[in-house]
Each structure stands twice: as structure tokens, then as C-alpha cells.
Nanobody
Framework: QVQLVESGGGLVQPGDSLTLSCSVSGLTLRDYAIGWFRQAPGKEREPALCFIGKDGYTYYSNSVKGRFTITRDDAKNMGYLHMFSLKAEDTAVYYC???????????????RGQGTQVTVSS
């Protein structure tokens, strides 16, 4: 059974940094792409914030490009989302996703975590 468990969310102030982790079990991560989505309160889930393929191809949406960095540690079956210069509008539940192939849509991914809350507020 494949499981994705996000951690590292919390309450931070504008301008702070935060790193989210995604622990993956039930598959060998190096054979898969991993990505991150988010859903802000009262809003629809955005298309993919970022993903990194098994070939190393990396994508960032315009909303996070230059502020967020996605990394992966295949030896540990872990993915990470490093977030910098956080803004109030980054407040959302952040979800980790995994699939053999990457894509922009939530539905491109067969495996998804339960999410971790990130709140950016002074």
C-alpha cells in the first residue's frame, strides 16, 4: 500500500522560510515523479506548484518560481518543498503527490498525501 505523509507545516510570519517533507512508502521513489499542490481556504486547488521527474526535470508554477524549491532524496524515499519569503497568500494546505509521470493536474497523480497546513500570518 502506497502512503504519502506530509510534515513540517505550521504558523510562520511573512518573510519566513519553511520546509515541508513528504515521506513516501510502498514504492521506490526513484522510479516516480514527485510534486506539490496547495489549496487555500475557500479557494479551488491550484494546478501543480512544482514537480520533479524521475529524470530530474523540474517545473515551477509562476506563483512560486524563485521562492520555492523542490528536492528529493531517493535513498530515503523523501521529497521536500523548501519555501522562502513566505507571504500571507501562501497560506494553504499543501499536498504531496507521486506518480510514474509528472503533470500539472491533480488528477495526473495516482498517489496523494493528506496534506499539511501552512499559515503565514503576523
Amino acid at each position: 500500500q502506497v502512503q504519502l505523509v506530509e510534515s513540517g507545516g505550521g504558523l510562520v510570519q511573512p518573510g519566513d522560510s519553511l520546509t515541508l517533507s513528504c515521506s513516501v512508502s510502498g514504492l521506490t521513489l526513484r522510479d516516480y515523479a514527485i510534486g506539490w499542490f496547495r489549496q487555500a481556504p475557500g479557494k479551488e486547488r491550484e494546478p501543480a506548484l512544482c514537480f520533479i521527474g524521475k529524470d530530474g526535470y523540474t517545473y515551477y508554477s509562476n506563483s512560486v518560481k524563485g521562492r520555492f524549491t523542490i528536492t528529493r532524496d531517493d535513498a530515503k524515499n523523501m521529497g521536500y518543498l523548501h519555501m522562502f519569503s513566505l507571504k500571507a497568500e501562501d497560506t494553504a494546505v499543501y499536498y504531496c503527490v507521486v506518480d510514474e509521470y509528472y503533470g500539472i493536474s491533480w488528477y495526473d497523480y495516482d498517489h496523494r498525501g493528506q496534506g499539511t497546513q501552512v499559515t503565514v500570518s503576523s
